[in-house]
């Protein structure tokens, strides 16, 4: 299932502009110059901003989401021609043999059934070379991230070029376990439309993805800190062997 605001075409349309700042993926950019990672693969590419960055510095990338609306934001964005698309995830992809694979953002939380989180780090794995690497981030539980999701902190008024003015906010709406389940609200002023996005994300404690990892055969090469939200994420650097 792909949540609504990837996949209906008017919310995958201004998701950009919704979240404009994306100096999360500095990081990221960072670990490719140091694993001088020439071929990229980019899983849950969404809107195609990372894949694009890479492009833009002569890598070769490929990128990959389920949400077609999302993927057909990135295929007429400046540059899209350098970057190959696919509309699918990491377990039906074709022969690969790249450097780096990413999950940036809430990719890697966003796969919460565990059989279905094995065989995405099953396809990564396959993804790489010998040798390759797999970034991604998860928040650590421990910090209780989704008590911030709530529409007093989350509220804003976006105005877009050709749309206008966009009211969004987050609601939790479920806490069971590991799993946060929490609805995005969006009104288009132009013309009232209210549309919604609901999503569940997995938190996963550090152990658990170390271990997780090796099942797949990846070597845990470090575990970091993350840049933007310094003591609440595990970044995961893990090696094929």
């Not at 694009?52 to 007429?76: E, I, M, Q, T």
């Not at 209210?194 to 404690?205: G, H, Y």
Request: net charge negative.
């Amino acid at each position: 299932m792909v949540d609504e605001e990837f996949g209906h075409p008017r919310l995958a349309a201004v998701y950009d502009a919704l979240d404009p700042d994306r100096s999360d993926l500095d990081a990221y950019l960072s670990v490719a110059e140091e694993f001088e990672a020439r071929r990229v693969l980019d899983i849950g590419c969404g809107t195609g901003v990372f894949a694009l960055l890479l492009a833009d510095r002569g890598v070769d990338v490929v990128g990959v989401d389920p949400a077609r609306a999302s993927v057909d934001v990135a295929r007429v964005k400046p540059g899209a021609e350098r970057v190959r698309w696919i509309c699918g995830d990491a377990t039906t992809l074709p022969p690969l043999r790249v450097d780096l694979a990413t999950m940036t953002a809430n990719v890697a939380q966003a796969v919460v059934d565990p059989q279905g989180w094995r065989e995405t780090l099953r396809g990564a794995y396959e993804a790489l070379r010998p040798g390759g690497h797999l970034v991604f981030e998860t928040r650590d539980p421990a910090r209780r991230a989704w008590e911030e999701w709530n529409r007093a902190e989350s509220y804003a008024e976006t105005r877009i070029p050709g749309v206008g003015v966009v009211e969004s906010w987050v609601e939790v709406t479920d806490v069971s376990g590991p799993l946060v389940t929490f609805r995005w609200t969006y009104v288009f002023a132009e013309d009232g439309e209210v549309l919604t996005s609901d999503s569940t994300l997995r938190f996963r404690e550090r152990d658990e993805v170390e271990s997780d990892l090796a099942a797949q055969g990846f070597v845990v090469a470090d575990v970091r800190d993350a840049a933007d939200r310094p003591g609440r994420e595990f970044v995961f650097l893990a090696r094929r062997p």
